[in-house]
């Protein structure tokens, strides 16, 4: 017997695997990036679904029992459970080098320094203020939000700040040709 799959329990898994103790990451992150999740197709009239061969988590059920069915709840979860930790880390780009490849062309490479750790409650706090400002702006529950960022700790804080207010948010890509298609897609 299997698990149904559905847009909550991946979104819960995935945000609790990488908001959650630190503890229990370190001690998952190898075999997390080594699998590929695993199910097995099982056809029925009218569509087909998805169960999973990999046993339910005790974060799963905790995530289950506990209601946390949004992101934000995710993240209000992590934030009780580990408050004062480190959650999110960003490195100084100290200087760029260009580094030639074999097929003649450059490539940047980013000399960085050390991590600059943010913990829960500090980014609860970004968060907060970000998302009564978007509010502050006349955005409306529903409202789309695009952003435009590369991926870094600002977007995911934006992010979560959305979230917060039950925004919808479109990423556009940095990539100049796919630009004009992503506020294409940001517009439906």
């Given at each position: 017997m299997g698990l149904r799959l559905n847009a909550s329990h991946f979104?819960?898994?995935m945000l609790g695997f990488f908001l959650v103790n630190d503890d229990w990451y370190k001690s998952y992150r190898f075999n997390f990036?080594?699998?590929t999740f695993?199910?097995?197709?099982?056809?029925?009239?009218?569509?087909i679904t998805y169960r999973s061969l990999t046993p339910i988590s005790k974060m799963h059920v905790e995530l289950e029992r506990g209601k946390y069915d949004?992101?934000?709840?995710?993240?209000t979860y992590a934030l009780k459970k580990n408050g004062p930790k480190k959650?999110?880390?960003t490195r100084e780009v100290i200087d760029e080098e260009d580094e030639p490849q074999p097929n003649g062309r450059l490539f940047k490479k980013y000399i960085l320094g050390d991590y600059?750790?943010?913990s829960y409650d500090e980014i609860d706090r970004l968060c907060m203020n970000l998302s009564r400002g978007l509010r502050e702006l006349g955005l409306e529950p529903k409202a789309r939000v695009c952003v435009f960022a590369e991926t870094r700790a600002e977007w995911l804080i934006m992010a979560i700040a959305a979230f917060r207010q039950n925004l919808t948010r479109k990423n556009l890509i940095k990539v100049p040709f796919k630009l004009r298609h992503s506020f294409k897609k940001a517009k439906k």
């Open positions: 979104r819960n898994y990036f080594l699998c695993q199910s097995q197709a099982i056809s029925y009239e009218g569509g949004t992101m934000d709840k995710v993240f959650c999110l880390g600059l750790w943010k």
